[in-house]
């Protein structure tokens, strides 16, 4: 038996019965690799069944507003990975009389899907021939070949490719390329691979140096820098409610179009006083005489290459504000049915 037949042979024995591997649906798959692509499969799941319930084809996610499909996706993170899929959904609506490219090169014309995504989707759903290169299949392939270039680098992802193409089973190409990510899930684990019950242990080059812990060799990572975030969640009292001010993020920047508080941001950690001062020459609570009720512990939160460190002001203005139209003013009840970013949500929830 060659690495292919066993490595089919064990799939068709060990895979997870996961619910868009009952389907060879496009939206369904692209849906699924779009949530699996920075999110582990128990909790991917979940969402997929949400997104499923609330969007069931292509043509509902396309009528759906940004928000409503933001709002769905917070919690997931990588929020631009949903605005990618709303754009495209709407692109495959518009341009494609909602039928999807059934070519890995056509999938690749549309926003936010990559080599690994158009090879999924068009090996799955079309059988097309062509072999997908995720991290879990970056990680077998190094192994099995003792391939000494960076993974994350476009000569090591051509090399892999390459690799993972020459093992490729034509005929099968989707189900080669499903199994090929499932080994890599459930046998050849990042830090420990279980290489006593692996159906390719026989031709694995990593294992017969004892080298598996050497592989996949992998770029140094860069340092990541700190933002300091001085959240100011401002409130006041219109019309006898209480209204919480909440800004909607724009530009080129983290969580686009989703919404936080007003902030605003130091170059180092800031005592609460000298951020008044700041916030005053700033103009920060409109003029308006204002009072400080709480000021929270430091929050911490990891971005991919950057880390946060948040600080939420909670003040009370005496007065109504004259508000820019980045702001809005709502109720505290109205604020979770905002796409939010993980960090605020976690604010929120601990306020409760
Ligand atoms: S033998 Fe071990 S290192 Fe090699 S592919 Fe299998 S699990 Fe991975």
Redesign the pocket.
């Known amino acids: 038996m060659n690495i292919t037949e066993s490595l089919l042979g064990w799939y068709a024995q060990n895979k997870r019965p996961l619910p868009w591997r009952e389907t060879r649906e496009p939206y369904k798959v692209w849906l699924s690799e779009v949530i699996l692509q920075q999110t582990r499969v128990a909790q991917g799941t979940d969402y997929y069944h949400r997104f499923v319930l609330a969007f069931p084809d292509v043509q509902s996610l396309a009528s759906a507003s940004e928000q409503e499909v933001l709002k769905l996706w917070q919690g997931l993170g990588y929020y631009s990975r949903a605005r990618n899929m709303h754009h495209s959904a709407k692109e495959i609506v518009e341009k494609h009389n909602g039928i999807f490219p059934s070519s890995a090169a056509g999938l690749k014309k549309l926003k936010g899907i990559g080599d690994y995504t158009a090879a999924a989707i068009a090996s799955i759903c079309f059988e097309e021939p062509t072999a997908v290169l995720d991290g879990n299949v970056a ?2 392939i190094s ?2 070949y003792a391939v000494d270039t960076a993974v994350d680098s476009n000569s090591g992802k051509s090399i892999l490719t390459d690799f993972a193409n020459s093992l490729l089973d034509v005929d099968q190409s989707g189900t080669f390329n499903q199994a090929m990510m499932e ?1 890599g899930a459930l ?3 990042p830090r420990t ?3 006593y019950t ?4 026989f031709g ?1 080059e ?2 017969k140096q004892n080298k ?1 812990g050497d ?1 996949p060799v992998k770029t140094p990572k860069k340092v990541a820098t700190v933002r300091y975030m001085n959240y100011l969640v401002i409130s006041f009292v219109q019309n006898g409610e209480e209204l919480v001010l909440m800004r909607k993020r724009t530009g080129k920047d983290i969580w686009k179009n989703l919404y936080d508080f007003p902030c605003i941001e130091t170059e180092n950690s800031i005592e609460t006083n000298d951020l008044l001062v700041l916030c005053e020459k700033q103009d920060a609570f409109f003029g308006l005489p204002y009072v400080v009720k709480q000021v929270s512990p430091e929050y911490i939160h990891q971005l991919s290459h950057r880390r946060l460190l948040a600080k939420f002001i909670k003040v009370e203005l005496d007065g109504i504000p004259a508000i820019s139209s980045s702001l809005v003013a709502v109720t505290k009840e109205k604020i979770a049915d905002l796409p939010l970013p993980r960090l605020i949500d976690r604010y929120l929830a601990n306020l409760i």
């Open positions: 990680r077998v192994r099995l080994l046998v050849c684990s691979p279980a290489c692996c159906p390719l242990a694995c990593a294992l598996t592989f």
